[in-house]
């Protein structure tokens, strides 16, 4: 298979196929060990996960690419979501309440947009259809 190949090949650049950096990909693959992991069974399903979600295909696709049916696929993801799901805290901070603003000012200044600033959410708009009254309420 051509995209183990890559895999294998230490001087290949993952980007292109995972939109991931070699050094990245092994973190992935660092976080999402297990205990009860041998050969190589968890490595082929972050691949098939990683790639799956970079290019945003179809089961059938990525079955293709790997050489494995597509039920296996179907598993790999759910199973690797759910350990990511499961496991989130161990790689991800999410911020407090009180951080939210702070945060998000964060992206919005590398984003170069600027960020919404708290307040009411909801105007009253006499010509907005959700907040005229029907003709029975007057």
């Not at 660092?30 to 205990?35: H, M, N, W």
């Not at 309440?97 to 000012?105: I, K």
Request: glycine share 6%; hydrophobic share 40%.
């Amino acid at each position: 298979m051509p995209i183990l190949r890559v895999w294998f090949n230490v001087e290949a650049d993952l980007r292109q196929d995972f939109r991931l950096s070699r050094r990245a990909m092994h973190a992935v693959q660092r976080l999402l060990q297990t205990e009860q992991d041998h050969g190589w069974g968890r490595e082929l399903e972050v691949l098939i996960y990683v790639y799956w979600l970079a290019h945003g295909l179809s089961y059938i696709v990525v079955a293709r690419v790997f050489n494995v049916p597509k039920s296996t696929v179907h598993r790999v993801v759910h199973k690797v979501a759910n350990y990511i799901c499961k496991n989130l805290r161990r790689a991800v901070a999410l911020p407090q309440a009180a951080e939210l603003a702070a945060v998000g000012q964060g992206f919005a200044q590398l984003s170069g947009f600027p960020f919404p600033q708290p307040g009411p959410r909801y105007h009253y708009h006499p010509h907005h259809p959700a907040t005229r009254t029907s003709p029975s309420t007057h």
